[in-house]
């Protein structure tokens, strides 16, 4: 189930679509020994950005950041009627939409194949529209929630330093960015071009601007800037816009575009990661995670959030929804090794019920900060329009901002 949350009643949720189509699957290779990049040569695979990222903390660039081999990739794809989705060079894998059960054969016949695992797709998947939403707690105002937010982790004291993100980048994985190229609360980032990059990791279509409104919501917390009505807590960061989730199915694939969007952030040389998503069960059944698998080393995307700290970024999560469900605790990437989970408080700094409980399955502490995320102001999408919402979808993204700043 996602973490994935929208106050009840106060937003016109926008269009979603279920994928139709052929099965998914993660095609998992044994080595990269004759992959044409090297480590030595990193420019053709990191940006000067991200290189100089590495250098300036003393890390090496190593195998994991070699790109999956392009010949292994040709083969799978030469087996028949398959399309490439996305890959991970950290996992040395790819995702692969076919029907084609030759093909299937083949590839797990393939000597550089190593793992063969299926994603399944439900065509016409409907919503789920509760599990998108949290309670709606009574908000207390307190000189303004747009202040009170920032003001509670003592952001307002770097802003007044002037510490408000300038020469960052934050990397922002999430289910869509609707209308973030239009409305007033972005229009100084946009003139800036302070968006450097979008992708779209689920219907790989360039599009990250039409598809569901809960990423928007989500950078607002950080870049927007209305003033008087919502200043974001980094709101002269740069940002990298990437679509991971698709709101209208729950699957482990989701998992795996989350995996590929880090990935590009890496690239590109992001020094922060927000993720206001989640992952517990899923439609299917098969690939539910249980409490168990929350250790930080069994979910894959949870694996990947420590991958993404050890390449010197600081990967921020919500904690999740779940404190008043019967999942209850955190959900992965919350449970990463070093990932920084944020749970939420409401306006006098006292947890409220719906955020997800620690410790992980291993017994280290989750989450490890909280924030406000109750009465929460955010854009609505509307000129000039504010709302307020809940959910540790929002407590994220303002701890993340900050992030940015003080560092």
């Given amino acids: 189930m996602k973490h994935f949350l929208i106050a009840i009643g106060l937003f016109a949720s926008a269009a979603v679509h279920a994928q139709t189509g052929p099965d998914l699957y993660w095609i998992q290779f044994s080595d990269k020994s004759n992959t044409p990049y ?11 950005r991200a290189i100089a990222r590495r250098q300036a903390q003393g ?3 190593d195998e994991l950041d070699l790109p999956v081999d392009p010949a292994y990739i040709s083969a799978v794809l030469a087996t028949g009627d398959v399309q490439i989705v996305n890959r991970s060079k950290w996992f040395n894998a790819i995702t692969i939409r076919t029907t084609d059960a030759t093909a299937l054969e083949t590839i797990g016949e393939l000597p550089f194949v190593s ?21 709606v707690y009574p908000f207390v105002e307190r000189g303004g929630g747009e202040f009170r937010q920032i003001e509670m982790l003592n952001g307002h004291l770097l802003h007044e330093l002037e510490a408000k993100g300038q020469g960052m980048l934050i990397g922002v994985l999430d289910s869509g960015f609707d209308r973030v190229n239009e409305i007033d609360g972005f229009t100084e980032l946009r003139s800036r071009e302070g968006i450097v990059a ?12 039409n598809d569901h409104n809960h990423g928007r919501s989500v950078l607002s917390c950080m870049a927007a800037n209305l003033p008087g009505l919502l200043v ?47 992952y517990t069960t899923f439609d299917d059944g098969l690939d539910d995670h249980t409490y168990a698998d929350m250790n930080g080393a069994t979910a894959r995307i949870s694996i990947a959030a420590s991958i993404a700290s050890s390449r010197g970024m600081v990967p921020v999560n919500s904690a999740g929804n779940s404190g008043s469900s019967a999942w209850y605790y955190i959900g992965a990437p919350a449970d990463a090794m ?36 109750a009465g929460v102001t955010v854009l609505n999408g509307e000129p000039g329009g504010i709302a307020q919402v809940n959910g540790t979808s929002f407590s994220s993204p303002i701890t993340a901002g900050l992030v940015a700043c003080l560092w």
């Fill in 232 to 278: 974001g807590t980094a709101p002269e960061a740069d940002y990298v816009l990437v679509r991971t989730e698709e709101v209208a199915y729950e699957r482990v694939v989701e998992e795996d575009n989350w995996v590929a969007g880090a990935e590009f952030c890496d690239s590109i040389g992001c020094d922060v990661l927000n993720t206001s998503l989640g």
């Fill in 338 to 373: 070093d990932m920084l989970a944020v749970g939420a408080v409401n306006s006098d700094a006292q947890v409220v019920p719906f955020s997800s409980r620690g410790p992980s399955s291993d017994g280290r502490v989750k989450p490890d900060v909280s924030a406000m995320g």
């Fill in 115 to 135: 793992q063969v695992r299926m994603g399944e797709e439900r065509p016409g998947a409907t919503p789920e529209v509760d599990k998108f939403r949290a309670p």
């Fill in 59 to 61: 890390i090496a660039i």
């Fill in 198 to 209: 979008v992708r779209d990791m689920v219907s790989n279509d360039g599009d990250v601007y």
């Fill in 38 to 48: 090297s480590i030595n040569a990193p420019e053709a695979f990191l940006s000067e």
